[in-house]
């Protein structure tokens, strides 16, 4: 098989790499290739059987058409200062304004013409005072938020346009092995039902997202494509009841806080807030369970959950940090009996386990049911612990309330994007004819940026035709 383009995954980053590619009139063949279903046929089947039944081959939720982030909360951040690190590759004037033309696209194929975060400015300065107050940062980032099942729509949309303007797509196939002689990447081995196949093409894209960025970094080592361990984020998603979210949630939408808690003074973050939100239970294809966190535009709980991540970053001799997160996950999902761990952060603070019957008096009841309660701190490191602990005793000061003894942490909430692929400003590998981009480059982190890049390198691709 030969095509002139070979897409790798089909998550935000290379759906708008073809997208951009078509909107620019390409005359180049498509070839995109993902392991999972197309959106209409994503399900999981949880919403019936109120509980996990680790899907086989792949979780329905991390795989398929859109990827894992469109069907979690589905927003898109509008700020080129959130989302990762491509405005070092390329500057944040440039990736700013591919964030804006990114989201007139959005818009185009149905995302809500409304933007959370804007227009109140006064309540905004309050909630910045009580941050700066207590140590931390707030990062204004407008966001439009799509909803997890609107998402759904908007991207079910943009798979029509695609197979109708020509892209070629082949879902239920994994990509095995990239070709690479002589420093130069000629295609890719590929598995699907009836087996394998190799496809030679002038260009791969790889796209693979955070469930790819352990084979990626296989890859990175086996054909030496240069690469560096970068971040590993650790953390937990915190839930609470809506009532004590209710200014920021209102105000922002999201409050995006960072800060360097002592004595460590690791960067410390909250990420992917969902008010009304249920928190989320992801599969990856290796047996390890994550804690994720959904919101809906028409569906709403009492609560709101967010993301709690600690950022750590290795020096030499160390070059595993993605091995290093899953150790903590699989060691986490053992004391949870294979499953996602919660506990109260009262009982954090007083060394004890939590109980089932505790968690059923609280005033704070679990979205996600069949959480094991238990103790976390069994398998959380005693400096990615102490981190989390003291930056929950600092967002009190700005959201009073959240660090009451009944607040949930479930855990392990891991971002899988820490193997940062080297490239150069035009998305280009140290390998001939192979690129890499989206979460599981390590550049970005979400939605917007990972669409971003696709677009950029869709304008790179049509470059001379």
């Not at 390409?26 to 993902?34: A, P, S």
């Not at 440039?94 to 933007?115: S, W």
Request: charged share 25%.
């Amino acid at each position: 098989m030969k095509t002139d383009v070979l897409i790798v995954g089909a998550g935000p980053a290379g759906i708008f790499t073809a997208l951009e590619m078509l909107r620019r009139g390409t005359d180049k063949k498509i070839l995109l290739v993902e392991k999972g279903r197309p959106v209409e046929r994503r399900h999981c089947p949880k919403s019936e059987t109120k509980k996990c039944l680790n899907c086989k081959p792949y979780c329905h939720i991390t795989s398929g058409f859109s990827g894992a982030g469109a069907f979690s909360d589905g927003k898109l951040s509008l700020s080129a200062e959130v989302g990762g690190d491509l405005p070092e590759l390329i500057g944040m004037t440039k990736a700013q304004e591919l964030i804006d033309y990114t989201d007139k696209i959005y818009l185009e194929f149905g995302a809500d013409e409304h933007v959370e975060g804007r227009g109140m400015d006064d309540e905004v300065k309050a909630i910045r005072r009580r941050a700066i107050q207590a140590g931390l940062k707030l990062v204004d980032c407008p966001i439009r938020h799509l909803g997890t099942e609107k998402a759904q729509e908007l991207y079910l949309a943009i798979q029509n346009y695609l197979l109708e303007h020509g892209v070629e797509i082949l879902f239920d196939t994994l990509c095995r092995e990239l070709i690479i002689k002589d420093e130069v990447c000629l295609g890719a081995v590929l598995e699907t039902k009836d087996g394998e196949t190799e496809v030679l093409a002038g260009s791969t894209v790889i796209a693979a997202g955070r469930g790819g960025a352990s084979w990626l970094e296989d890859q990175c080592a086996v054909h030496n494509i240069h690469h560096k361990p970068g971040t590993v984020d650790i953390g937990v998603r915190v839930e609470v009841r809506s009532e004590i979210m209710e200014d920021v949630n209102r105000v922002l939408y999201e409050s995006k806080l960072i800060g360097y808690p002592k004595p460590f003074k690791n960067k410390v973050r909250t990420f992917c807030q969902n008010p009304g939100g249920f928190v989320s239970q992801e599969n990856y294809d290796d047996g390890l369970s994550v804690v994720n966190g959904h919101s809906y535009k028409e569906l709403k709980s009492n609560n709101t959950n967010v993301a709690i991540l600690c950022s750590h970053n290795f020096t030499q001799p160390f070059n595993q940090p993605i091995t290093f997160a899953r150790r903590i996950s699989e060691l986490t999902n053992m004391l949870g009996g294979g499953g996602i761990m919660v506990q109260r952060f009262g009982d954090v603070i007083e060394g004890k386990r939590t109980w089932q019957k505790e968690l059923d008096k609280s005033n704070v009841r679990p979205t996600l049911p069949d959480a094991v309660a238990g103790d976390i701190t069994f398998a959380m490191p005693y400096r990615t612990m102490t981190n989390i602990i003291e930056f929950i005793r600092a967002v009190d000061h700005v959201v009073p309330g959240f660090a009451a003894d009944e607040t949930l942490l479930y855990s392990p909430e891991v971002k899988f994007y820490s193997n940062k692929v080297k490239l150069d400003e035009e998305l280009s590998t140290s390998v001939a004819g192979l690129y890499c981009l989206g979460d599981g480059s390590g550049w970005t982190r979400g939605l917007m940026m990972a669409s971003a890049m696709g677009v950029m390198l869709g304008r790179r691709l049509c470059a001379g035709e």
